[in-house]
């Protein structure tokens, strides 16, 4: 009795004689397509050859592809880089005016933005001012120099006359004691002999062989004669005083003129230095000038290459100081490529090598070659580098970055933008 089989409603659904009915037709079935359908060596053969084929097309190709992959080196790690110019502000001010807005490209010289110019105003004349004492000073005091030395002169030429003067005045203070001197020693000697002849007489006048009155003659001649002896020396003492009056106005006027000659150059010097000191604080002067009339021209900011403004922060109004960032322009003209290639990809990969480079954000692609290889890897050149001096160590493949430069003339490459993921190509064979 065949059984049947019930759903979850408890009705009769397929029964199993039907599943050996079914079961036995099939078998007559292909037993009949089998007697039918005779053996086919062709056939057969071709089936072989076709798969031969295509196993041998798969080979070839494989073969192929890992020859070419062989020849390049890929990575999507890679970004276009380029040029970020920040612009700050050179000096302390009030914003006046902004020309730019962000993202709108700008032209190397073009106007970005003024500041109130009134202090810087202020500054260029108080600077001026001073220059112009400092100049007038520095005119009125060097005339003094060639004044100065003139006059060093003229005190050395009266110096030499002085002593020329004093030594000859010495000169004939001994010659009129030397004079003196001997006028002594004839007076000495005069007087010696009348002394002596008044001896004599005397004792003749004693005799009386001689009159009283040409003894008296005698005596009175002696005595003349011993005054004048006491008159010459007196005269020659005199003399001698003259002389060390004259040594000592020579010893004089030689000090004053060694003074002369020592202080002349000194006061020369010491204009010179003057002069220096002068001509020193109008340089300065100047340079505070100068100084000045740059911090007026730092008002007025352009930008210094051509680009694209980023992160503009000035606002009309704002006070600002100097250093303080306030935009920034991205360069578009240069852009190059980082590409952050495993290490053991750069075996065989060196500068100048082509590169096709496939920029995600355009799908367009462009040609390039390295341009260097950096000389850290990216974790060494981080902020914090891995230590793996303790603890377990597990070894990671590091990245290099390397520079590739984009080959000149080539369409698109005014488009391109610091940022954008590419995907480089390295032809290494």
């Known amino acids: ?64 592809w890992w020859l070419y992959s062989g020849t390049y080196e890929s990575t ?55 220059y112009d004492q400092a100049l007038e000073q520095r005119s009125a005091e060097t005339p003094n120099l060639p004044i100065q030395q003139v006059s060093n002169e003229t005190d050395v ?12 005045a010495l000169a004939g203070a001994q010659h009129d004691y030397d004079s003196d001197v001997a006028k002594l020693h004839q007076a000495e000697a005069t007087n010696e002999k009348a002394q002596s002849d008044l001896r004599r007489y005397k004792q003749l006048v004693e005799k009386r062989e001689l009159a009283q009155s040409d003894y008296d003659q005698y005596l009175a001649s002696a005595k003349s004669d011993a005054a004048n002896v006491d008159a010459s020396a007196a005269a020659a003492a005199s003399q ?25 150059p000194r006061q020369v010097a010491i204009k010179n230095a003057d002069n220096r ?65 495993k290490e053991t990809q750069l075996h065989k990969m060196h500068p100048g090598q082509r590169v096709d480079i496939k920029v995600d954000a355009l799908s367009k692609s462009f040609i390039g070659e390295v341009e260097a290889m950096a000389a850290t890897t990216g974790d060494r050149a981080s902020t914090l580098p891995a230590e793996n001096a303790t603890g377990n160590y597990v070894k990671v493949i590091q990245r290099l970055p ?28």
Request: proline residues 3%.
């Open 76 to 130: 999507d790690d890679a970004q276009v880089d380029g040029h970020l110019n920040p612009i700050a502000a050179r000096v302390d001010g009030t914003i006046r005016a902004v020309y730019i807005e962000d993202n709108q490209t700008v032209h190397a010289g073009q106007p970005l933005l003024d500041l109130d110019t009134k202090d810087a105003e202020v500054s260029v004349a108080q600077a001026q001012a001073d």
């Open 240 to 264: 001698g005083k003259l002389i060390d009056q004259r040594r000592a106005q020579l010893k004089e006027q030689e000090a004053k003129r060694t003074q002369t000659l020592r202080n002349a």
């Open 277 to 341: 000191m002068r001509e020193a604080s109008l340089e300065s002067y100047g340079a505070k000038l100068e100084q000045a009339k740059l911090n007026l021209t730092y008002c007025h900011v352009v930008a210094p290459v051509d680009g694209i403004v980023l992160q503009r922060s000035a606002e009309v109004g704002g006070r600002i100081t100097g250093g303080q960032q306030l935009l920034m322009i991205a360069q578009i003209d240069h852009p190059w490529i980082v590409a952050n290639f």
């Open 157 to 168: 030429v009266n110096a030499d006359s002085e002593v020329v003067n004093a030594e000859a």
């Open 402 to 429: 390397v520079r590739i430069r984009f080959k000149d003339g080539q369409d698109g490459l005014d488009e391109l933008r610091a940022g954008m993921s590419v995907e480089p190509k390295v032809h290494i064979e």
């Open 1 to 64: 009795m065949p059984t049947q089989i019930e759903d979850d409603k408890g009705q009769a659904s397929i029964s199993l004689g039907d599943f050996e009915q079914n079961g036995e037709e099939s078998k007559e079935q292909n037993a009949t397509k089998e007697q039918k359908a005779p053996f086919d060596p062709a056939k057969h053969r071709r089936n072989i050859i076709l798969g031969v084929v295509v196993v041998a097309i798969l080979l070839i190709g494989s073969i192929v």
